[in-house]
């Protein structure tokens, strides 16, 4: 079993910038690619960033790219997303997710482990 605890949510100004961080507990992330999600209200849930388990492979969804960045650091059982910026459409909760195996992914039904989420307000 995994345990996700994100922090770093808060409200910025557009155009600022924001990191997320994603603990994890239970078992090491090693041997986990990690995917970032995020769910505005009325929304899907929908696909952010993912890293793969030694953080040699990355990708982002098309609104993100250029602007924020995921990262790891499986020493200290952490994932990372910086945010840079930031646009008032960026306003969600963010999730972290684990996915069993190394590989990177999109789709959020193949993560296992999910975080609680933190919210993230861009004000315009």
């Known amino acids: 079993q995994v345990q996700l605890v994100e922090s770093g949510g808060g409200l910025v100004q557009a155009g600022g910038s924001l990191k997320l961080s994603c603990a994890a507990s239970?078992?090491?992330?090693?041997?986990?690619?990690m995917g970032w999600f995020r769910q505005a209200p009325g929304k899907e849930r929908e696909f952010v960033a993912t890293?793969?388990?030694?953080?040699?492979?990355?990708d982002y969804a098309d609104s993100v790219k250029g602007r924020f960045t995921i990262s790891r650091d499986n020493a200290r059982n952490t994932v990372y997303l910086q945010m840079n910026s930031l646009k008032p459409e960026d306003t969600a909760v963010y999730y972290c997710?684990?996915?069993?195996?190394?590989?990177?992914?999109?789709?959020?039904?193949?993560?296992?482990?999910w975080g609680q989420g933190t919210q993230v307000t861009v004000s315009s």
């Open positions: 890293i793969s388990w030694h953080g040699a492979d990355t």
């Open positions: 239970g078992r090491t992330l090693s041997g986990y690619a």
């Open positions: 997710a684990a996915r069993i195996g190394g590989s990177i992914a999109t789709t959020k039904r193949t993560y296992t482990y």
